[in-house]
């Protein structure tokens, strides 16, 4: 039996489907996102990420740090 890992991401609304490459060190990659309205201009965006293993994780963290940052950027740049 072989197994095989790929990695995708939806440019388009409605998400997508990822998994690590065998090289990142992550034997399990899970992670989802939801964007909540919160009134009529605003929205909060909760993204949970589950990996393994544990030694792993302040790199996800960091990672996903630069990710929230770079969405706030990308949509105060759309709201200017």
């Known amino acids: 039996m072989s197994r095989a890992r790929s990695w995708s991401i939806a ?5 997508g489907w990822s998994t690590p ?5 992550v034997s399990h990659y899970s992670a989802s996102v939801q964007v909540l309205a919160e009134g ?7 993204w949970i990420v589950d990996v ?9 963290d960091g990672q996903m740090d630069l ?4 969405v706030q950027k990308a949509l105060a740049r759309r709201a200017g």
């Open 11 to 15: 440019t388009t609304p409605g998400g």
């Open 21 to 25: 490459s065998p090289t990142s060190g």
């Open 40 to 46: 009529e201009t605003r929205s909060r965006l909760i």
């Open 52 to 60: 393994l293993p544990n030694a792993v994780a302040p790199h996800i």
């Open 67 to 70: 990710g929230a940052l770079a």
